[in-house]
């Protein structure tokens, strides 16, 4: 995901982000924060599991980057005493590859299929008997002389994760015992996941610049936990090393991380929907040549905070602003009769 390393708030991980979550992640579910109705839902399914003996359902876990889904894959195996082994679906481009990873499962063990919704077909078709039957049919040869070979496989646990759960395909999404719908956190949630980083990263972290940093991270704890770095940056670097409610404040700002959440990239597409277009309505790729980035990176990286926050809309004729989005700016808003504002 190169196209988003450049912006501190974007919601999915580069190899920066992976390495200090590793430090991070909670290991049992009781220490896994926020997510409440998921976590008891898991721990019933996990719970049942364990008492008899056997492995838990395959999970499907569905949300917006950011929100813990890999980490509650790593405490599934933890909790069911088995070995994690992850791929993702992107990287699962033949049946070939999918039978090489399968042929390795050791009862008890949990797949982690990140991004599952874009598995190839054939490993998709081929993940379907795995998941269902515990077998694989393994094909030797090819052309008329090609004889497929059935391959059993020990009980063992799939745990999917989508940000895109529309996309899966039925006879997959059915195949999932449970499946868990990861919400966005509180600021509330979020202040706790940031005392706790803080602790677990020797911070001496006050609880008003957690506050602050909470409500500038777009409720999603990947992104609560990268401000919380750079503030330790500021502070180790720039101030006394507390990360006080000043230190916090100077290196948001420092960031360009405004009081909203937005960053430079939402501010200068609020600027040109707003300035250039007049608030639209405005084609993605206009808007992005507009601000000279990718359409890909305002549409995956800027749009879903924007519209989640009524900023900015969809509609079939482009991208409109809001009266809200003028506001921000400090412009007035035009008066548009059976428009989004009036």
């Given at each position: 995901m190169a196209e988003h390393e450049d912006h501190l708030l974007?919601?999915?991980?580069?190899?920066?982000?992976?390495?200090?979550?590793?430090?991070?992640?909670?290991?049992?579910?009781?220490e896994f924060i926020g997510q409440p109705v998921v976590r008891d839902q898991l721990s019933l399914v996990l719970d049942a599991a364990n008492a008899r003996s056997k492995s838990p359902d395959h999970v499907l876990l569905a949300g917006p980057p950011g929100l813990g889904k890999t980490t509650l894959a790593?405490?599934?195996?933890?909790?069911?005493?088995?070995?994690?082994?992850?791929?993702?679906?992107?990287?699962?481009?033949?049946?070939?590859?999918?039978a090489a990873i399968l042929s390795a499962v050791q009862e008890g063990d949990v797949l982690f299929i990140d991004e599952i919704h874009r598995l190839a077909r054939p490993a998709?078709?081929?993940?379907?008997?795995?998941?269902?039957d515990f077998r694989v049919d393994v094909v030797v040869g090819k052309g008329p002389g090609a004889t497929a070979i059935p391959l059993s496989l020990p009980p063992f646990t799939v745990v999917g994760a989508t940000t895109r759960s529309g996309l899966l395909p039925a006879p997959l999404r059915d195949r999932f015992g449970f499946t868990a719908h990861m919400d966005f956190y509180s600021e509330d949630e979020l202040e706790l996941v940031l005392t706790r980083s803080a602790r677990l990263l020797g911070a001496d972290l006050h609880a008003d610049a957690a506050s602050q940093i909470a409500s500038r991270a777009r409720g999603t704890p990947r992104i609560a936990n990268r401000l919380l770095r750079r503030v330790q940056?500021?502070?180790?670097?720039?101030?006394?090393?507390?990360?006080?409610?000043?230190?916090?404040?100077?290196?948001?700002d420092?960031?360009?991380?405004?009081?909203?959440?937005?960053?430079?990239?939402?501010?200068?597409?609020?600027?040109?929907?707003?300035?250039?277009?007049g608030g639209g309505p405005t084609g993605l790729t206009t808007l992005a040549v507009a601000i000279g980035?990718?359409?890909?990176?305002?549409?995956?990286?800027?749009?879903?905070?924007?519209?989640?926050?009524?900023?900015?809309?969809?509609?079939?004729?482009?991208?409109?602003?809001?009266?809200?989005?003028?506001?921000?700016?400090?412009m007035s808003a035009p008066t548009r009769t059976g428009a989004l504002w009036e």
């Open positions: 974007a919601a999915e991980a580069d190899e920066l982000d992976r390495a200090a979550e590793a430090a991070l992640r909670p290991r049992r579910l009781e790593m405490i599934v195996a933890s909790e069911v005493g088995g070995a994690l082994r992850i791929t993702s679906g992107p990287a699962v481009q033949h049946a070939g590859d999918l998709e078709e081929m993940l379907y008997l795995a998941m269902e940056d500021w502070a180790q670097v720039r101030g006394t090393g507390v990360l006080d409610l000043g230190a916090a404040m100077a290196a948001l420092v960031f360009e991380v405004d009081p909203r959440g937005l960053d430079r990239l939402d501010r200068a597409v609020l600027r040109a929907l707003c300035r250039q277009f980035e990718e359409p890909e990176t305002v549409e995956t990286v800027a749009e879903p905070f924007l519209v989640r926050e009524g900023f900015m809309a969809r509609t079939p004729r482009g991208r409109v602003a809001t009266a809200a989005a003028f506001e921000h700016l400090g």
